[in-house]
């Protein structure tokens, strides 16, 4: 047993286990943090899918020796409190999940992909959420789920929009 410090979803952790227990069982077994889901065990499906320093990962074939005094996001920690993430208030407009249990990954996967590029092409969606399997083949909807989260992010900061709604002044 090794003594470990993580930081998981903003709280600061201190863990004595084996150094080489992948990161998922850390989360689920000793943080209780159930989100993150066990799906293929070698890193292939994307269920288990969380962000180490924002970048998405799949903890089940990552060593909690190479966390050390990194941040970890997981599922718990994407929403603000009551507050959805705008991705999870998308795929409930969208009703996206079917059997619901790669949906985790596939929203840490998404956010991950719209905190690097806010404006995907279709294209740039496929390719980052091609490493995320759906058994229930939910893909169409998870892609404009994501889709949607982005052009309402985009219309939130829209001048033109804004501009439309406001008297104009007059110019002396």
Not at 6 to 21: K, R
Not at 28 to 42: A, D, P, V
Not at 129 to 149: E, F, V
Request: charged share 15%.
């Amino acid at each position: 047993m090794s003594q470990f410090s993580i930081t998981v979803n903003g709280e600061a952790v201190e863990l004595s286990v084996d150094g080489n227990t992948p990161l998922l069982w850390v989360l689920r077994e000793q943080l209780r943090l159930l989100g993150t889901k066990f799906g293929c065990g070698m890193g292939l499906c994307g269920a288990c899918t969380v962000h180490l320093d924002g970048s998405p990962i799949r903890s089940c074939s990552f060593p909690i020796q190479a966390a050390q005094g990194r941040q970890i996001t997981t599922i718990e920690g994407l929403s603000d409190g009551d507050d959805l993430h705008p991705l999870q208030s998308s795929w409930l407009e969208f009703n996206v999940p079917q059997c619901g249990y790669c949906q985790s990954g596939q929203l840490m996967s998404a956010a991950a992909l719209l905190a690097n590029n806010p404006q995907p092409s279709d294209q740039e969606i496929d390719e980052a959420m091609s490493g995320n399997i759906c058994r229930c083949g939910t893909y169409p909807r998870i892609r404009a789920a994501i889709r949607h989260t982005a052009d309402n992010a985009v219309q939130q900061f829209d001048p033109k929009q804004t501009n439309e709604s406001e008297p104009m002044e007059a110019q002396s």
